[in-house]
């Protein structure tokens, strides 16, 4: 298999890695709904839930069981990790099959303990406490937590019908017309940005193993595609050229690193390393930084 071949597995894999875990999350999320309305059994007068304090306890019942609805998203979470390291494998897979210097399972093997510590899941697939993939899991079931009680508190409040509250309640997690579950837009703005530039940072730690200059942007151009990337998307060039590029642009996040974050927050596009001979071929013209 040639390291092009083995680059599509890689992205192939990356994509359909998320794509299984939005698709899990959104099935989660229709579950807890059910869960949670079937729980919300409310006093109500004239098609109104009342205002009084045994709707307020079934409220704090609901806070307090919460936090038992969402352990599923324990194992989702670790279960994307596990895919960041495997990930992480098929990178350095690539980069032994393009590479004129031999690469070890000892290299590759540090190189997934360094990440798997970075991400926060050990070799044994141990989730490690305090670490980055702990915290996004208790976030996001915080994130949870306080939409699901703040709106059921403030239904309340303002005596809701229970028909509004039903409808706004489903809205709330599920989404609606062209609006992700809320899981899921939790996953895409946090996940899908921590699986794409974990495997930047592998990534650039081969090229600098291996003393790769040249890099390929590489990504299609749809129609959310930003201009940064579409101007760049599919050309080659050397790691000094991005010297010379703008990086005050507003999707470009405090302490922005172009090797390791690209586009910025979202973006799909990737940097695919290659040898001074492949950049030659892509047309470049490798002089301009040959020293005199």
């Not at 039903?166 to 709330?172: A, H, M």
């Amino acid at each position: 298999m040639t390291g092009n071949d083995k680059d599509k597995l890689l992205r192939k894999f990356m994509n359909d890695a998320l794509t299984d875990l939005d698709k899990a999350l959104a099935e989660f999320e229709k579950g807890l709904v059910k869960q949670i309305r079937e729980q919300l059994v409310f006093d109500v007068q004239g098609g109104k839930i009342e205002y009084n304090s045994r709707n307020f306890n079934l409220s704090n019942e609901i806070s307090n069981r919460i936090d038992e609805y969402l352990k599923p998203l324990n194992g989702m979470f670790k279960e994307v990790a596990k895919k960041m390291l495997e990930s992480a494998d098929l990178t350095g897979q690539y980069y032994s099959a393009i590479s004129e210097q031999p690469i070890t399972q000892t290299d590759i093997y540090s190189k997934l303990e360094a990440i798997g510590s970075s991400v926060g899941i050990d070799m044994n697939n141990n989730v490690i406490k305090g670490s980055y993939l702990d915290n996004l899991t208790k976030a996001a079931k915080q994130d949870i937590k306080n939409k699901v009680v703040n709106y059921v508190n403030q239904s309340i409040s303002g005596q809701a019908t229970l028909r509004d509250f039903q409808k706004g309640f489903k809205d709330l997690l599920l989404g609606g017309k062209g609006i992700d579950p809320s899981l899921v837009r939790y996953s895409k703005q946090y996940v899908h940005d921590a699986m794409f530039n974990v495997n930047a940072k592998i990534a650039e730690a081969y090229a600098n193993r291996l003393g790769l200059k040249y890099f390929v942007y590489e990504g299609d151009v749809i129609e959310t595609t930003r201009p940064f990337c579409e101007e760049r998307a599919g050309n080659t060039y050397h790691v000094d050229d991005v010297k010379t590029w703008p990086q005050a642009l507003p999707y470009f996040q405090e302490n922005y690193d172009f090797f390791i974050h690209r586009g910025g927050h979202n973006c799909r596009h990737n940097i695919k390393y290659i040898s001074e001979r492949q950049a030659k071929r892509n047309g470049y013209d490798i002089t301009k930084h040959k020293t005199k």
